[in-house]
């Protein structure tokens, strides 16, 4: 998917509030990337923000300012991932 969630909030296509939707989208799809993948956040970022949905406005904003977080600067978070 090339035009995807992180995208379309920075173009102004989307915002924050329409992750769920994009969620749900995926989990409708037959898309093989990862959910992370296809909203466009990294790994670390996909972990923070399932942790704290409020991580996602910074991820926007540093995104926007073409910055990404250091690895150190997010939550240490174990997802668990079912198969």
Do not use: Q
């Amino acid at each position: 998917m090339s035009d995807n969630f992180v995208k379309r909030c920075r173009t102004g296509r989307a915002s924050p509030a329409d992750i769920d939707a994009y969620v749900e989208k995926w989990h409708h799809s037959d898309s093989e990337l990862e959910l992370h993948e296809y909203l466009g956040l990294t790994w670390d970022e996909y972990r923070a923000w399932a942790a704290d949905k409020t991580a996602l406005e910074s991820f926007l904003r540093a995104d926007a300012e073409n910055v990404r977080a250091p690895r150190s600067a997010l939550p240490n978070v174990r997802v668990l991932r079912t198969p």
